[in-house]
């Protein structure tokens, strides 16, 4: 079994900034793609950012030149480096694997993290 857990999650007032971080944990032997989505209350969940094995990222909008996505592939882990932030970035973030492969051949889709709560004050 793998799964995916984030932290760095918190209250923080506008114009700051958050690092998330998500770990994928298990007997791993690759990830695909990985990204980052929210969901605030209300709302339906969206795509914030993801990342390819190789590096290359796609971003949402809202999102674009305030947010960074990176990826450790040693250590399983993908991070949201989130600069500038506004209240309407307030929502539950949730970490994404496309894909996962155990070093048993077994491969795990659409894997998701329990979600971390990032909360922007005015």
């Known amino acids: 079994q793998v799964q995916l857990v984030e932290s760095g999650g918190g209250l923080v007032q506008a114009g700051g900034s958050l690092r998330l971080s998500c770990a994928a944990s298990?007997?791993?032997?690759?990830?695909?793609?990985m990204g980052w989505y929210r969901q605030a209350p209300g709302k339906q969940r969206e795509l914030v950012a993801f990342i390819t094995t190789g590096g290359s990222t796609n971003y949402a909008y809202s999102v674009k030149g305030r947010f960074t996505i990176s990826r450790d592939n040693a250590k399983n882990t993908v991070y949201l480096q989130m600069n500038s932030l506004k209240p309407e970035d307030t929502a539950v973030y949730y970490c994404n694997a496309d894909e996962i492969s155990s070093n048993i051949g077994t491969r795990y889709l659409e894997v998701w993290g329990q979600g971390t709560l990032v909360t922007v004050s005015s």
């Open positions: 298990g007997s791993i032997r690759s990830i695909n793609a």
